[in-house]
């Protein structure tokens, strides 16, 4: 198993309207894998939030991020990186009605094949429960 600081880092960047996640290479600070909730194949259903009344808070919900990490992890194998780095603290630390919809996203690059280093203290967050 690598160390830690030779892991690609990946974070998880969310707001109310889209969740999008970057890998970073450590040597470099550069981004080699990134999904997003904005990207082509989720635009219908963002449109359809988007103009539902009354107004969504969020435009992405559990299965949505599910769906980006799923798209991660099939970028990350296909340029052959097998796990990835997270910073648990920071993860932890987002606010629930965060952490209750990120989890989905963990769990699908999980099972996509790609390793989360730091994901084993996520388990302090709660359950993840996903409706398909």
Not at 1 to 20: D, G, Q
Not at 78 to 101: F, M, N, Q, S
Request: charge should be positive.
């Amino acid at each position: 198993m690598p160390t830690n600081h030779h892991l690609h880092m990946l974070r998880l960047v969310l707001s109310c309207r889209k969740v999008t996640a970057q890998v970073t290479d450590p040597a470099t600070s550069t981004i080699v894998a990134m999904a997003s909730s904005t990207e082509p194949e989720f635009l219908p259903e963002f449109r359809a939030k988007q103009e539902r009344f009354p107004r969504l808070r969020f435009l992405w919900d559990a299965r949505t991020a599910t769906r980006v990490g799923e798209k991660l992890a099939f970028r990350l194998r296909e340029i052959g990186i097998p796990g990835v780095h997270i910073d648990a603290d920071e993860e932890i630390l987002r606010p629930v009605h965060y952490r209750k919809k990120a989890l989905p996203f963990f769990d699908s690059v999980r099972r996509a094949g790609v390793e989360i280093h730091g994901a084993e203290r996520l388990g302090e967050i709660g359950p993840v429960t996903v409706k398909v």
